[in-house]
Nanobody, 125 residues
Framework: QVQLVESGGGLVQAGGSLRLSCVTS????????MGWFRQAPGKEREFVAA????????YYADSVKGRFTISRDNAENTLYLKMNSLKPEDTAVYYC??????????????????WGQGTQVTVSS
């Protein structure tokens, strides 16, 4: 329903930094809460971070809190995830997702109705 395109993934050494971007041409981008999820080989998709439609509310998984920063620019229809102090266990395919603004909770994958194609992040030790 909402087309999302992630970029910015790649190979980085442990301790390094990376910034992911998610862009949409959707004219009502501000009508959606946005989130980042990731999935490692053999693992279930897990929540990373989310931000409300206005940016007023932000949520992080305990595993990334203090290292990752989620932000959005509604004027440019862009979502960001700045990742610092990367660890090998951060290696995964990272997905951008959109949830309806009417949702009260938006930290579960089932809350999000639209997903990007994913971008690979690989952290070497």
């Amino acid at each position: 329903q909402v087309q999302l395109v992630e970029s910015g993934g790649g190979l980085v050494q442990a301790g390094g930094s990376l910034r992911l971007s998610c862009v949409t041409s959707e004219r009502t981008f501000s009508d959606y809460h946005m989130g980042w999820f990731r999935q490692a080989p053999g693992k279930e998709r897990e929540f990373v971070a989310a931000i409300s439609w206005s940016g007023a509310m932000i949520y992080y998984a305990d595993s990334v809190k203090g290292r990752f920063t989620i932000s959005r620019d509604n004027a440019e229809n862009t979502l960001y995830l700045k990742m610092n102090s990367l660890k090998p266990e951060d290696t995964a395919v990272y997905y951008c997702a959109a949830a309806a603004r009417s949702k009260y909770g938006y930290t579960r994958s089932s809350d999000f109705g639209s997903w990007g194609q994913g971008t690979q992040v690989t952290v070497s030790s």
